[in-house]
C-alpha cells in the first residue's frame, strides 16, 4: 500500500524560502513520477513540479520556473520541493502523489496516490 507524507511547510515572508518533503512507502515501478501539488482557498488544486524516480526528469508549471527545484533520494524514498523567492501567490496546502503521465511537460496525469498536505503560508 502506497503511503505519502509530506512535512517542511510554515510561514515565510515573500522572498523566503522553504525545503517540503514527501516521504514514501510501498511504491511500485508504476509509480515512478512523484508531483508536488497545491491548492490556495478557495481555488482548485493544481500541478506545481513533478519528477521520475527512475530517470530523474523534471517538470515544473511555469509559474515556478526558475524559483522552485524538486529532486529526490531514491535511498531514502523521499523527493523534495525546494521553495526559493517566495511569492504571495505560492501559499497554500501542499500535497505529493504519484504520477503516471506528464503531458506537455506541465500536465500532470494519473494521480492515484495522495498525502494529507502540509501547509505553506506567505506572509509580509
Known amino acids: 500500500q502506497v503511503h505519502l507524507v509530506e512535512s517542511g511547510g510554515g510561514l515565510v515572508q515573500p522572498g523566503g524560502s522553504l525545503r517540503l518533503s514527501c516521504a514514501a512507502s510501498?511504491?511500485?515501478?508504476?509509480?515512478?513520477?512523484i508531483g508536488w501539488f497545491r491548492q490556495a482557498p478557495g481555488k482548485e488544486r493544481e500541478g506545481v513540479a513533478c519528477?521520475?524516480?527512475?530517470?530523474?526528469?523534471?517538470y515544473y508549471v511555469d509559474s515556478v520556473k526558475g524559483r522552485f527545484t524538486i529532486s529526490r533520494d531514491n535511498a531514502k524514498n523521499t523527493v523534495y520541493l525546494q521553495m526559493n523567492s517566495l511569492k504571495p501567490e505560492d501559499p497554500g496546502v501542499y500535497y505529493c502523489?504519484?504520477?503516471?503521465?506528464?503531458?506537455?511537460?506541465?500536465?500532470?496525469?494519473?494521480?492515484?496516490?495522495w498525502g494529507k498536505g502540509t501547509l505553506v503560508t506567505v506572509f509580509s
Open positions: 519528477i521520475s524516480r527512475s530517470d530523474e526528469s523534471t
Open positions: 502523489a504519484t504520477v503516471r503521465t506528464v503531458v506537455g511537460g506541465n500536465q500532470f496525469y494519473g494521480m492515484d496516490h
Open positions: 510501498g511504491l511500485t515501478p508504476e509509480n515512478d513520477g
